[in-house]
């Protein structure tokens, strides 16, 4: 979970990670992963429309790669 706080942070409860069955696209590197895709506006809810790939809900994920829309957010975030 990344709360909104100005991308300084995530938080990621291993709990829920323990009683989810690990698979090829849910496992702890991905989550990691997937976490920091939002510090850079990755996004899994319809705001801008979905990105898909990585960024998708773990349920639904059918990609272990971050999409080229997600790319474009990471590659276009302003810099301090």
Not at 18 to 29: H, I, K, L, Y
Not at 32 to 58: A, I, P, Y
């Amino acid at each position: 979970m990344t709360p909104m706080i100005n991308g300084q942070g995530a938080d990621i409860f291993f709990e829920v990670l323990r009683e989810t069955p690990v698979t090829t696209f849910v496992s702890e590197p991905l989550t990691v992963s997937h976490e920091v895709g939002h510090l850079f506006n990755g996004s899994h809810v319809f705001v801008n429309g979905f990105d898909g790939g990585l960024m998708d809900q773990s349920s639904t994920r059918s990609s272990i790669d971050f999409t080229s829309k997600t790319f474009h957010k990471i590659r276009n975030i302003p810099h301090p």
